[in-house]
């Protein structure tokens, strides 16, 4: 038989060109850190994390992150286990032949630890093992293996993917000093390439990045996650977190209580809870997302905005992977709505090797089914329902505004004329048409929520926001329609009255006409801010 060759491209492959994004780097050392720090937690190597508190124990374990922009350097450094010195070059050195086991550990393909080649010149492993006093190094040189894989492809050299890394890995061992932590394990990007400025993006950039990527606890002015955690620890769901630092400043999950839509601000005022199960009733997996008012779309700007999926607490894809869970083809902006996470709990809900999704089986197929019932049917009607009572509390306060800028003009006499004034005024008895429907609308959700399970809390509070409640009852002040004055406009006096006193009625009629069709080709040819101030400057100069 003859001999197998893996042709240099297998390490292009497997550096760069496995992922778009050069900042997953980070989510791949991280993650291999992760099962480091929860092996080191089984040995007694580090205390223990409760897994099921209502708040965060992050244990001992330390993640530390080092960005040392001036010397183009990244340094991500683990207080976990380290690798045994008679293991290190095995370990290390073998590729796509991982120790880990699918479905308890984050990482089990062993490609991960290569993703820093595309990205800079020099990449190095450094490492203790625990009790050990041997520091293991691996160098890689970066620009040696793309030299090579380059040489091959313009045909000036050929070099198998084993000649390369032999000709670019090299390892070495010292005596570890006082200097040396205990037991670690570190990787140092070295001299980051120019053409991937957006690793060396600074802490802020970095921290926005990893606060939903990494596996990290939510933030303590986020009051509801108390309320996860609880539900978590209730039913036995374990949320993996961890203390990750970026130049010793520890990261968490940045989701708020208040944030910006596109219809004013809104309030996460609490948390719903779901489990989702296959047929044959096995937890594929669980989520949490913020009870709000659903008043609008989350603006763009907020980080925290849609559903996102998660496997070990690690994002899957970014904040768009799940938004084709909405089918319909009015809801395809519905995950614009929520922010909240899943999490996949099954071990057959496999994440593929760049982490973007989960690998194609029966499993897969089931809980997108799930999901997209779900997604469909209760989150649609929710949000669904909540537009329509924002759309409906605003027919209200359009109605009401309107009246009091009617009674307003009325009082000051500052219609134009008879004709202006009827104009308006029906005008405002079809606006009060809509506000009778939309009170209507609002009455029979409170009372029955319409088909959203949060429809008639949503008008509560949207009712709270407007007035108190009666003090013999309780209950919210009902929403009364103010009234239009019902008086004769032939009786009135009008600004022509005022600015033309020495002409006749007729006079006075006709100037009024030719006044209205000015102030309407006004109205018709600018904004309306813009035609207010014309005219008014008008009415003004005229007096």
Known sequence: MSEYVFGANILENLTTGMYRDSKVIYREYIQNACDQIDKAEQLGILRKRDAYSRYPDLGEGIIDIWLALDERRITIEDNATGIKAADFSRILGNIADSDKIMGQDKGFRGIGRLCGLAYCKELVFTSRYADENIVSVMTCDAQKMRRMINDTNMKTEKYSAIEILNKMIEFTSRKATEDDPLHFFRVDLLNINEENEELLSGVEQLSDYLSFVAPVPYQANFVNRSKIYGYAKDNNLKVDEYNIRIDAQQIFKKYKTHLKTGNGDDEVFDVECVQFHSDSNVLLAWMWFGRTDFKAAIKEEEKSRGLRLRKENIQIGDEHTLRDMFTRETSKRGNNYFIGEI?????????????????????????????????????????????????????????????????????????????????????????????EKAKKNLEKKASDGGKSIL?????????????????????????????????????????????????????????????????????????????????????????
């Open 343 to 435: 999490f996949a709990i099954s071990p057959e809900l496999i994440p593929n090797s760049q982490r973007t999704y989960f690998n194609e089986n029966g499993i897969r197929f089931d809980f997108e089914r799930k999901l997209r019932h779900y997604f469909d049917t209760v989150l649609y009607n929710i949000y669904y329902e909540g537009s329509d009572i924002n759309s409906s509390f605003k027919k209200i306060d359009t109605y009401e505004d309107m009246v009091s800028a009617f009674e307003k003009k009325e009082i000051e006499g500052k219609f134009v004329s008879p004709k202006e004034y009827e104009t308006e005024k029906r005008i405002l008895e079809e606006k009060k048409q809509e506000a």
């Open 455 to 543: 429809g008639k809390e949503i008008v509560k509070r949207r009712l709270a926001e407007r007035g108190p409640t009666t003090p013999e009852t309780g209950k919210q002040v009902p929403i009364e329609l103010p009234e239009i004055l019902d008086s004769d406009s032939k009786k009135k006096k009008f600004l022509t009255d005022t600015i033309f006193p020495n002409h006749n009625k007729a006079e006075r009629k006709l100037l009024s006409e030719m006044l209205g069709k000015i102030f309407n080709i006004i109205r018709d040819n600018a904004d309306k801010k813009t035609a207010e101030i014309i005219i008014n400057r008008i009415k003004i100069d005229l007096k």
